[in-house]
């Protein structure tokens, strides 16, 4: 079982900047792909960016260039570092672990955008 929990949510003005953490549960960085979705009021989730076991990432055409995604093997945590926040970052984001057949999803951390 992999348990993932999300922190550094929070409000920011536009323009401003967040770094959002997963810690995981085992040791699943060697094997699983780790991404960061969100969810905006009204909508679908969407995935905002991931990152494989190798280390090749990837996001979505509205992130690209404003957020990094990045994973501390050793502290078994995943981060999401976001700048240049807009009002349309605003949603509830979610970390999600995937591999050996098995998907574990974090809890969520609320991120609000001022404009």
């Known amino acids: 079982q992999v348990h993932l929990v999300e922190s550094g949510g929070g409000l920011v003005q536009a323009g401003g900047s967040l770094r959002l953490s997963c810690a995981a549960s085992?040791?699943?960085?060697?094997?699983?792909?780790m991404a960061w979705y969100r969810q905006a009021p009204g909508k679908q989730r969407e995935l905002v960016a991931f990152i494989t076991s190798g280390g090749n990432t990837n996001y979505a055409v509205p992130v690209k260039g404003r957020f990094t995604i990045s994973g501390d093997s050793a502290k078994k945590t995943v981060y999401l570092q976001m700048n240049s926040l807009k009002p349309e970052d605003t949603g509830v984001y979610y970390c999600?672990?995937?591999?050996?057949?098995?998907?574990?999803w974090g809890q969520g951390t609320q991120v609000t955008v001022s404009a």
């Open positions: 999600k672990a995937q591999g050996s057949g098995s998907t574990y």
């Open positions: 085992g040791n699943i960085f060697s094997t699983y792909l």
